[in-house]
């Protein structure tokens, strides 16, 4: 699709600016979840690891969408660093993306699929 947003997008992602919320403790986890999960806004959490090759490869492409989608939410969780998390998720592989709306998990990719993880994006904002 091209086009101004998705420009601005790459240069921010670029640029290393970044919509997206990276969360380091539980405690943070926890006042993010309760301060967003009760809302219909988007949330897309990305469960990743530092040593992952395919999260390091869809990592730009996280945080381009993350700066054109801005009634989104987007949260990037290292799995070692936090692994309460990732064990609340059922997290089994790196990277898992979970779409949420309004509490509930509206959506799951797991795996490196950067344009199925904008698609289902893209169709969670519409609805």
Same mark, same amino acid.
């Given at each position: ?8 997008? %790459? ?5 290393? #600016?970044?919509?997206? !919320?990276? /969360?380091?403790?539980?405690? +943070?986890?926890?006042?993010? @979840? ?31 969408? %993350? ?5 989104? #939410?987007?949260?990037? !969780?290292? /799995?070692?660093?936090?692994? +309460?998390?990732?064990?609340? @998720? ?38």
């Amino acid at each position: 699709m091209g086009g101004f947003f998705s420009s601005q997008a %790459a240069y921010a992602a670029e640029e290393g #600016v970044s919509a997206v !919320i990276a /969360v380091h403790s539980v405690g +943070e986890w926890t006042q993010n @979840w309760e301060s967003h999960s009760q809302t219909s806004k988007l949330m897309v959490i990305d469960f990743s690891a530092s040593w992952c090759g395919p999260c390091r490869f869809v990592e730009p492409a996280f945080k381009a969408m %993350a700066a054109q989608y801005s009634d989104a #939410v987007f949260f990037k !969780i290292d /799995v070692d660093e936090i692994p +309460e998390v990732s064990k609340q @998720w059922k997290v089994q592989a790196m990277p898992t993306f979970v779409l949420v709306k309004g509490g509930q998990e509206v959506g799951r990719i797991v795996g490196a699929k950067k344009d199925e993880l904008e698609r289902r994006i893209q169709e969670q904002i519409s609805t």
